[in-house]
């Protein structure tokens, strides 16, 4: 308040005026990643409807479908009206490569968020402060979820309308993990220090570096059940390849709808993917209600639409030795684990690289159980309502597979790793175990460690006096050159030295004269005693530890 009673006017904070227009931005970059995943569908489905020779709607039947496609690729339902039976048909499996778009547009907005507002200001102005990643998580999504929500509503007037339900948690569940992954991406992915509110006891357990080695390992045991899975279904299009050819060219007669089928056919691979792996693992994978193709037998599918994919599904009957053959997939699996489980043999015990593969394998087991529920789902009802493997019986198979062989080998592998450090220390076979892989591994990094540099160590509070450095010479002084001896003329014979004659037998020598000392004359004002130089020091060699030489051994004669 002011003498004469009015009120002074609010001035906002400083930060409060940085962080606004950040946030705003970040709010924005949610809604333009939503808005650029459903313009790209919504420029491929348009393309395909002007190039379709019979189209069954106009543009804005084809703008829907854009929306409820965009929203099947966060793994929301779409509902289908129109069938033969009139009973609404659900259309739940979503094809994976799909669900990259929506992702990597999210993840790349909330790292250009969390990369926003770290740039300089107007001139004679604070920079602006960085926004806190909660503030970026929360903005980035915010918008995300309000364009998620218009495409929601504006689907429900085509021919596939999203389920409102299944839309409510899949498109946030997809925008939260692609924002928390962007802005983990952007701070430098940082693996600690975990939240205050955490119990101390778990945070320590956590930040063991067995955590991280059991999460490598995991990763890299889904790579090579994907990998598998790749391979399988790879041999079964060639070895189905004209069953897999048919049914691609009689599905549609026109180009526009067999480019429409590849491309369905392209985004439905990782979803071979996973289906091959349950298929190695043993569960196998369900291609109808109560139909399940596992490598012990077939019983035969149920009337399938023809599709190039469906085309290359094992034959009907009992397994064969080619299709056990496919239990190699997670045998492989099983033994990458164990290999990735005892990166650090040397550093720990035979107990923890054991409980390090343990972990390893259930985090491959949760992760194939995950792949396996986001790619089944249903094609519709009756007979077409379960495709895909059943998630919990593959992450179970997954785990007991890479468990019954990640242990054994993690703990084989320790064993023979510190092998030759325990017969060095008992004395036995001392000559063998010098030229062995785990002790030229020591004697190297003991050379690496005595070649460097090493500076002599200097006392504390110890001043070490400068070298001595020569005197200038004053201006006008002329030094005097040294003397040198006078040559010796050609053809002059120089007469030796004055050899002193033998004394006799028992005679006494006389004593040598000494020469009176040479006194020096004084040196002339003015030109100071230069000092000879200080010879060099000699270079330091550390010693070096840890290293045998061996005596060459002379061959017989």
Not at 40 to 49: H, P, R
Not at 65 to 94: C, D, F, I
Request: some cysteine; aromatic content about 6%.
């Amino acid at each position: 308040m002011t003498e004469h009673g009015t009120s002074l006017p609010t001035v906002p904070r400083a930060g409060a005026r940085r962080r606004s227009p950040a946030a705003a931005a970040c709010v924005l970059g949610g809604a333009v990643a939503a808005g650029l995943g459903l313009g790209f569908l919504a420029v491929l489905v348009i393309v395909l409807w002007i190039s379709s020779p019979y189209p069954d709607s106009g543009p804005g039947g084809a703008l829907h479908l854009a929306a409820g496609l965009w929203l099947m690729a966060h793994g929301t339902e779409l509902v289908r009206y129109e069938t033969l039976s009139g009973v609404p048909a659900p259309v739940g499996l979503t094809p994976l490569l799909l669900v990259a778009l929506p992702v990597l547009l999210m993840r790349r907005a909330a790292r250009l968020g969390s990369a926003s507002g770290d740039g300089g200001g107007a001139e004679g102005e604070e920079a602006d402060e960085v926004l806190p990643a909660s503030v970026v998580f929360s903005a980035v999504t915010c918008g995300y979820l309000c364009v998620g929500a218009l495409a929601t509503v504006y689907a429900a007037g085509g021919p596939m309308p999203a389920d409102p339900l299944s839309a409510a948690w899949h498109v946030p569940l997809v925008a939260v993990l692609a924002a928390a992954a962007g802005v983990w991406s952007a701070k430098g992915r940082p693996l600690g220090p975990l939240p205050g509110w955490i119990p101390g006891g778990v945070r320590k357990a956590v930040a063991r570096p067995r955590y991280a080695l059991a999460l490598r390992s995991g990763a890299a045991g889904v790579l090579v059940l994907l990998g598998g899975g790749v391979l399988l279904v790879g041999a079964s299009l060639a070895w189905h390849g004209a069953e897999v050819q048919s049914s691609f060219l009689t599905l549609t007669g026109v180009w526009s709808g067999r480019f429409a089928v590849l491309l369905l056919a392209l985004a439905l691979i990782p979803n071979a993917m996973v289906w091959g792996a349950a298929y190695g693992l043993g569960p196998g994978f369900a291609v109808g209600a109560g139909v399940t193709a596992t490598p012990l037998g077939f019983g035969g599918a149920p009337a399938l639409p023809r599709f190039p994919l469906l085309a290359a599904l094992p034959p009907e009957g009992p397994g064969t030795p080619v299709t056990w053959a496919a239990a190699g997939v997670p045998v492989a699996a099983g033994l990458v684990v164990g290999w990735f489980a005892v990166r650090r043999a040397r550093e720990v015990s035979a107990g923890e690289a054991a409980l390090t593969a343990t972990l390893g394998a259930l985090v491959c087991g949760l992760a194939m159980a995950g792949l396996a529920t986001a790619s089944a789902g249903p094609l519709g009802s009756r007979a077409l309502a379960g495709f895909g493997p059943v998630w919990w019986a593959v992450g179970a198979a997954a785990a007991g597979w890479t468990l019954l062989l990640a242990v054994p080998l993690a703990v084989g592998v320790h064993v023979w790793r510190t092998r030759p450090v325990r017969g060095a220390s008992d004395g036995a076979g001392e000559e063998d175990a010098w030229h062995d892989s785990g002790v030229r591994e020591l004697r190297w990094a003991a050379l690496r460690e005595a070649a460097r540099p090493v500076a002599p160590p200097v006392s504390v509070g110890v001043v070490v006096p400068p070298e001595p450095v020569a005197p200038p010479v004053p201006v006008g002084v002329v030094v005097p050159p040294e003397p040198v001896a006078p040559p010796v003329p050609v053809g002059v014979v120089v007469p030796p030295e004055p050899v002193a004659p033998p004394v006799p037998v028992g005679a006494v020598a006389p004593p040598e004269p000494v020469a009176p000392p040479v006194v020096a004359a004084p040196e002339p004002p003015g030109v100071p005693e230069v000092p000879p130089p200080a010879a060099p020091a000699e270079p330091l060699l550390p010693p070096v530890v840890g290293v045998r030489v061996l005596s060459r051994r002379r061959p017989p004669t």
